[in-house]
């Protein structure tokens, strides 16, 4: 039998982590440094060398996924293309006026991002169309081809077109668009009308930029990629991982890069959804925590929550959502992540009032932890797991870096207990406390906040420090389940293979529900199924391979906030729309606990396709069995790790995962490769069929 | 036995409490009917322990800062004796608690076992409260009678049962019912997210302990803010700054006036000499003036020190009964919100004495209030309210803010399409204007207009704008920012409008708002000519307010800097305008040299 391979591989800043997955089940896994100046170099060397190890070659590798943050870092690095934008007369500044919303009260010292497009490349043409769609002041097409001029005699890289009005009739954008593919046939177009056919210029605008200025960034990395695997004789397909969690084309994501700017944390969350179907685990919420950050998301009842917009570079969350501003504004669909800084590295202080904190400042990789002796003198997060006994007091995992334990000890001693007037094991956990409890926001602005109660779901943690905090975190919550997945720090590569080709596509369509004309209703949705069709035929994907579903979003007439409910499939008549207005009451009534009454006139306000791409049975068809081929290490002693004022000092077991095929009690160490698991007194720790850790209380 | 000294268990509170106070904010923002909410944020939640002293308060508007502490206090005052589980407070009366009718404040008490334990309170501006004028917030009104529904304390749900009575009241007399009562559902629901959120802490620490904690909490942000004003300099310093007039008195102008006193741990500030209250409706309550002084002092406090009652014991606010900033009645309040902006803007001028490299100059003054209402041909009401600043005044480091909110109300602008979707109005215009910023070694923010055409047969229109014969003031050698100014029909009859109107308007009709462009820092001759060849190239600046300004020469055919004549150009300036000593403030063009050049 022949083993295809399936490759996951995940670009972070420090490290490109590759994962193959065979037909059979087989893993291998590689950690390598990211080439910062060519991302694509790692992953064809990362390869190369998998290939070296195992006697595997290019032919056997049957597809290949890619998370990458190629086009986030050129937003966040301003190192896009020089952009031109064509907007209409009286509107030049929307992109950056923006909405005149702060991220942060009282900060005198804010600073608005720098706009992507600069003013004197921002180009107005005299025209209009009104709300309805009708064409008041027609566009004059002297006027656009002196407009595209200018900024072609500017040696602009790319183009966006946003005019007023152009999601309920594009005319004028398409015009503007012939004549920019007809001047310069090679340049890069994003035009508002196919990037976001949406009511609200200044996402519409933002967005259809955003697009334009990542476009040729992304061309030039595909095409390096494409050519390096090329000429490492791996011919197979490259699908990208998009923000919302599906995989599009290499092709697609030239065309609209946009999709896949958070490609990054997205694999990780799928890998999650896929375990949660295969498990039928009606829901989950994942909680990812490396060195800096921690992020949490849902998954209910097999499906990834998605949020209808997000800022990139938006940072991370200041306590509160609500404070909207920083970064620039991308209205795509994307996996709804919450934020926070807080990870391994985050320093522990003590404020003017005399209250312990965490972050948001860290030690970074350098210094680092005062563990890591590499001159770090402040306390963090990860030296307060080291006093705890809850890190391997003498290695990393893997045994890469040596950790001096009684460093970290003393400045704890030092900074953090003597201050508090508190023994250090109480102030180291008091120390983990707290930075769980920030962490805890996290994952309340995705449960709590949208009406969902965490004890309904089970924890799915991973990242390299996840596994640490799993345990408690959940305690608080008052859930009682977590799972860890094999590999836990390679989770986001490994999550890659799970996911399946999806296509988002929406448009505004306000229409009250009660007086809206089907026929109008049922067009418009057909039209988008059909482009969501035509997408899927050219990537191969046709009749029970090509998925289509439904969605809208509504909201009560009158409000300014909607909620996306599925809509069935069939054809839309009366009783679909009396189905929609009752599921969104019943949403409303779930997320905000009440509604309106039923005679409350509801109001579509967009319509949304997805198509999806399904092979192999769906969940990208992965083997629920698989088997590392990485040995595990020898099993540690012993050691002594504390658990709060209760418990004290506990001589806890150190275990390998598969140790675990015995279901055992905490408390309990797991140390693994890429990261240590704490299962706390009171809970019993087990290992299902597919190799995840199930901790139970 | 409550263990109330433990620092961690006291941490995890800390955070808890603050999270239900925002989740409470999110409930209101993602539920609420309002734009005026939603986009502009005019609304705060909080959380108070049983006496109803504030412990958190969720982070949406500085201009909120001082408003729940004050309704509680009405609240105890009317029913402390006489409160059950299940009931609901509401009210709005300025002269008992309240800010303005639009802000109607909803406080549910919270119990535990039949033991009162906390107050979950929200306060939301409405989009109309009834009265003479659609939107409820004309300036020129000149009696409290005028300006709406005026709601006294009362219960709106007694022991779980809704009033009734209270609830037909509202509803006949405002124009938007639906609108109202959905804004009030979603005050509603943000108090029962509190309350079950607040049950779950009692069950986890117990009740001593969750009272304990409480109090902590607020000596907590005590702590902080005397930490961080102990930081501060001892002295006094006192600032003036003047509305233009009160759009009922036209071209009396209302003086600001302001004495911050630093002593120790403790700011002082006081109000005393600023003009009596005015016949228009811009008279502040006490509790928006002391809101105007936290924003302002906070801002030059370092971030992170938590909103509640510890910050207010550390900050004193003083301002006489019966002045422009604590109104008495009859004083109509609606448009009070221009006096807010101004008196934070005042107090900043007074930190700017205070501490010269942390402060910027003038902004644009706050935000300007339009409102268009009338009724459609079949007798169904329409109201747009539409708030908008967005030029900051220039920092001792860096060039102020275009197209940013004030800091006293962080909201959006509406969505110009969203706009036209929904009321009979077309935006002709939202973009920056040049040559209005104030000069200076950095910029004042670039100010922006807004034209707005009218679609239907008839309508009244309401503005409420200010900085026209009262510039925001440049610092430090900075020059003031240009006027704002209102026109009728700019592409026709072009008619100068005054600052602050009302007036019916007709289909087809253009009104034009600029704002007032913001002031400027430092002296302008020390800017980096690049600096000021990019805002030229941007058409930010015309090449010839460039030269009188600033003395650089720009060649707009290679766009570079005639370094030679740009060196001549500062010369002059520098010789003409005689400076023996920098000026510390400027109101108007100091340097007649320059405008001769032009």
Sequence with gaps: MTVNYRVGVDIGGTFTDIVLLGSDGTIHTKKISSSVDNYARAIVEGLTEVFAETGLSGADIEEIRHGTTVASNAILEHKGARTGLITTAGFRDVLEIRTLRMPRLYDIAWEKPEPLVERRLRRVVDERIAASGAVERALDPADAEAQVDALLAEKVEAIAVCLLHSYANPAHEQMIAEIVRRKAPDLPVSISFEVLPEIKEYERTSTTVINAYVMPIVARYLRALRGGLDRADVPARLLLMQSNGGLMTSEAATEKPMNIIESGPAGGVVGAQALARSKNLPGIITFDMGGTTAKAATVENGQVTRASEYSVGGGIMIGSRLLTGAGYLLKVPAIDLAEVGAGGGSLVWIDAGGSLQIGPESAG?????????????????????????YINPGYLVGGAVKLNADKARAAFEEKVAKPLGIEVARAAHGAHLIAAS??????????TERGRDPRDFSLFAFGGNGPLFACGMAESLGMTRVVIPPSPGLFSAFGLLYADVEHHYSRTFRRLTRKADLDEVNRAWDALATQARDQLAAEGFTGADAKIVRSAALHYHGQSFDLTVPVPDGPVDDAMLRHLEEAYGQEHERTYGHRAGTDEPVELVSIQVVGLGIRLGGGGGVPERVRPTRPEPDAPPPRPAYFGPQTGWIETRVVRRSDLAEPAAGPLIVEEYDATCVVLPGWRASLDAAKNIIIER | MAESRDPIAFELFKNAIFSIADEMALTVFRTTYSGVLKDNMDY???????????????????????????????????????????????????????????????????????????????????????????????????????????IPPLRFYDAGKRNETVVAFIEKNVRLPVQVFGDLRAQLAACHIAEKQFAELVARYGPDQVEAYMVETVDYAERLT?????????????????IDDDGVDYGKPIRLFVTLTKKGDHMLVDWTGTSPQVKGAINNTLSFT??????????????????????????????????????????????????????TDCVFGALAMMLPDKVYAAGDGGNTGISIGGYYSNRKPFIYVDFTCGAWGARPWADGLDGNSH????????????????????LLAYEFVADKAGAGKFRGGVPFRRDYRFLEEEGVLQVRSDR??????????????????????????NETLPSKLTMTIRKGDVFRHVLAGAGGWGDPLERDPAQVLKDVRNELLSPAKARADYGVIVDTRTWTVDAGASELARAEIRRSRGWTTTPVVQWTDAAPAAQAAE
């Design chain 1, 365 to 389: 990789s350098t210094p680092g932890p005062v563990c890591y002796d590499k001159g770090g003198e402040a306390p963090t997060v990860t030296d307060a797991n080291i006093v705890l006994g």
């Design chain 1, 438 to 447: 920030n962490m805890i926001r996290a994952i309340r602005s995705v449960s």
């Design chain 2, 44 to 150: 705060s939640t909080g959380f108070a322990d049983a006496n109803g002293k504030l412990v958190a308060q969720g982070l949406t508007l500085p201009g909120h800062l001082g408003s729940i502490p004050t309704a509680m206090e009405s609240i105890m005052r009317h029913f402390a004796h006489d409160m059950r589980e299940g009931d609901v407070f509401i009210m709005n009366d300025p002269f008992d608690g309240g800010m303005h009718l639009p802000d109607i404040f909803v406080f549910k008490p919270l119990y535990h076992e039949g033991r009162r334990m906390a107050f979950a309170a929200t306060v939301c501006h409405h989009t109309d409260v009834g009265g003479r004028v659609a939107g409820s917030n004309a300036s020129d009104s000149t009696e409290i009678y005028a300006e709406g529904l005026r």
């Design chain 2, 226 to 242: 005397r930490a961080a004003l102990s930081k501060l300099p001892d002295g006094q310093w006192s600032f003036e700054d003047w």
């Design chain 2, 290 to 343: 002391k809101a105007a002084a936290y924003t302002g002092v906070r801002s030059v406090l370092p971030a992170g020190i938590p909103n509640n009652e510890g910050v207010f014991r550390a900050i004193e606010v003083v301002c006489p009964p019966g002045t422009v900033g604590n109104g008495v009645l009859p004083a109509a309040c609606a448009a009070r919100g221009l006096t807010g902006f101004r008196m």
């Design chain 2, 407 to 426: 800091m006293f109300a962080n909201m959006a602008s509406h969505s110009i399409e969203v706009t036209e979707a929904e009321h009979p109005i077309q």
């Design chain 2, 468 to 493: 026209r014969t009262h510039r925001p003031f440049g610092l430090y050698g900075g020059s003031p920012g240009q006027p704002s100014e209102n026109y009728l029909n700019p592409d026709g009859a």
